[in-house]
């Protein structure tokens, strides 16, 4: 059972433009989302981070929206460089059951920016 | 460098061997955990320790599978009698507290043959 879904594998978006990446999760219990970055031969790295109190929250060129009523949250990058491709996953957690930093990831989706 | 160090960075075993796997948290962190990657999927939640207390265990870890955090600093996973279906990047990761995020290393990748 995936309670965390990426459904696109892959985006390849041009320099400049806006990359938007999405993640829907199933499990109502989760409160505390994050994305991460991975490039190859290396672990995941931090990138933003929402909580369930809020809709928005932006960090430099990235943004991460999450709308509750339809359990989807959306990370915007704008505008894309070459540097931001790599694979992205998002991850859920559950603060409320004292649990937050045991994540559950979703399967990634590999972001191509080009020239 | 004071992040997530984890050796071997690639193992490479026949099948029924046992490999271990050694990771060093940043320094200051009490929550450990481990996750296992394969291919296409996300990283998946093994097990975590608070100090030395493994407080959690998923299900996917079989009876073949051991971690322990002896001290409460570096943590080692085992995996007797390999199998090729344990061919995946093990990824450790620590934080101070439950409600920081997590800062991964770079992971063992191991291949069973």
């Known amino acids: 059972d995936q309670q965390v879904k990426q459904n696109s594998p892959s985006l390849s978006v041009q320099e400049g433009r806006i990359s938007i990446l999405n993640c829907d999760y199933t499990n109502s219990m989760f409160d505390y989302f994050l994305w991460y970055k991975k490039y190859p031969a290396e672990g995941p790295t931090f990138l933003i981070s929402i909580s369930s109190i809020k809709d928005k929250n932006e960090d430099g060129r990235f943004t991460v929206f999450l709308n509750k009523s339809a359990k989807h949250l959306s990370l915007h990058i704008v505008p894309s460089q070459p540097g931001d491709s790599a694979v992205y996953f998002c991850?859920?957690?559950?603060?409320?059951?004292?649990?937050?930093?045991?994540?559950?990831f979703g399967t990634g989706t590999r972001l191509q920016v080009t020239l | 460098d004071t992040g997530v160090s984890q050796n071997p960075r690639h193992k490479i075993t026949k099948r029924g061997q046992n490999v271990t796997f050694r990771c060093d948290p940043i320094s200051e962190h009490n929550r450990l955990y481990w996750y296992r990657q394969t291919l296409g999927q996300g990283p998946e939640f093994l097990t975590y320790?608070?100090?030395?207390?493994?407080?959690?265990k998923s299900r996917l870890l079989s009876d073949r599978f051991s971690a322990e955090r002896p001290k409460g600093s570096f943590s080692t996973l085992e995996i007797q009698r390999t199998e090729q279906g344990d061919s995946a990047m093990y990824l450790c990761a620590s934080t101070l507290d439950s409600y920081e995020k997590l800062f991964f290393g770079s992971g063992t990748q191991l291949s069973v043959l």
């Open positions: 320790f608070q100090n030395e207390a493994q407080l959690e």
């Open positions: 991850a859920a957690s559950a603060i409320r059951t004292g649990t937050a930093s045991k994540l559950t």
